[in-house]
T-cell receptor, first 115, second 114 residues
Framework: NAGVMQNPRHLVRRRGQEARLRCSPM?????VYWYRQLPEEGLKFMVY????????ESGMPKERFSAEFPKEGPSILRIQQVVRGDSAAYFC?????????????FGPGTRLTVL | AQSVTQLGSHVSVSEGALVLLRCNYS??????LFWYVQYPNQGLQLLLK??????LVKGINGFEAEFKKSETSFHLTKPSAHMSDAAEYFC????????????FGAGTRLFVKA
C-alpha cells in the first residue's frame, strides 16, 4: 500500500509563473491537508480539504494560492504568479478520519524554488 | 488558540547518552499531542501520540513521552541515543475547528556525536 504521494519532488519556477503541486492521499483516505515549511521553521497549516470540499483554509494566503481535491484524481495546490518568498517545502498529509486524535500521514514534500 | 513551544532549536548528545527534547503546549481544552520526526529531504513520520489515555506514551525507535498537565509539557525522551536518531523533531498539538489542523512547534534538530 503506497503512502502519500507528492509530485513533483522538486519544482523550479521563475517569478510570475504558476506552480502546481499534486498530492495523492493514502488509499482510503479522504482527508487531505497542506502545510508549508520555510527554511529553519516548522510546518505551517495552509488548508484542509475533503473530497470536493474545502473545510478550513484559514492558513492560505488570500491571494495567488488555491487548493482543490476533486472527486477523481489528486489534490492540487496551485500558486499563481509565484514570488521568491514562495520558495519553501510544501507537504501534503492525509488521514482516514477527521477526528483530532487521528494520525496524519505525510508525503515526502515538494520543494519549490522560485528564481 | 493552541500553540506549541519547543525549547532549544538544536540539541547535541553523545551516542549512548540520554535524549531529552522539550515541548510545552498551551490549550484551553484537553489536547491531543504528537511527536514527529523528519529526516533530511523527507516528510514527517509519527513517533508517538497522546490521546488522553496513559500519560506515559511509548513510541517507535525506543522513544517515549510523558504528558504532564500541571506543567503543560510533553517532553520526548530516549534512554540511549543512536547515530540514526540524528534528525529534526517536531512537537505538535491538534485543534478541531470543523475538521482539524495540526499546530507544529518550530522543531528541534538533534545531533548525535560518536
Amino acid at each position: 500500500n503506497a503512502g502519500v504521494m507528492q509530485n513533483p519532488r522538486h519544482l523550479v519556477r521563475r517569478r510570475g509563473q504558476e506552480a502546481r503541486l499534486r498530492c495523492s492521499p493514502m488509499k482510503g483516505h479522504s482527508h487531505v491537508y497542506w502545510y508549508r515549511q520555510l527554511p529553519e521553521e516548522g510546518l505551517k497549516f495552509m488548508v484542509y480539504l475533503q473530497k470536493e470540499n474545502i473545510i478550513d483554509e484559514s492558513g492560505m494566503p488570500k491571494e495567488r494560492f488555491s487548493a482543490e481535491f476533486p472527486k477523481e484524481g489528486p489534490s492540487i495546490l496551485r500558486i499563481q504568479q509565484v514570488v521568491r518568498g514562495d520558495s519553501a517545502a510544501y507537504f501534503c498529509a492525509s488521514s482516514l478520519l477527521a477526528e483530532s486524535y487521528n494520525e496524519q500521514f505525510f508525503g515526502p514534500g515538494t520543494r519549490l524554488t522560485v528564481l | 488558540a493552541q500553540s506549541v513551544t519547543q525549547l532549544g532549536s538544536h540539541v547535541s548528545v553523545s551516542e549512548g547518552a540520554l535524549v531529552l527534547l522539550r515541548c510545552n503546549y498551551s490549550s484551553s481544552v484537553p489536547p491531543y499531542l504528537f511527536w514527529y520526526v523528519q529526516y533530511p529531504n523527507q516528510g514527517l513520520q509519527l513517533l508517538l501520540k497522546y490521546t488522553s489515555a496513559a500519560t506515559l506514551v511509548k513510541g517507535i525507535n525506543g522513544f517515549e513521552a510523558e504528558f504532564k498537565k500541571s506543567e503543560t509539557s510533553f517532553h520526548l525522551t530516549k534512554p540511549s541515543a543512536h547515530m540514526s536518531d540524528a534528525a529534526e523533531y517536531f512537537c505538535a498539538v491538534s485543534e478541531q475547528s470543523g475538521g482539524f489542523k495540526t499546530i507544529f512547534g518550530a522543531g528541534t534538530r538533534l545531533f548525535v556525536k560518536a
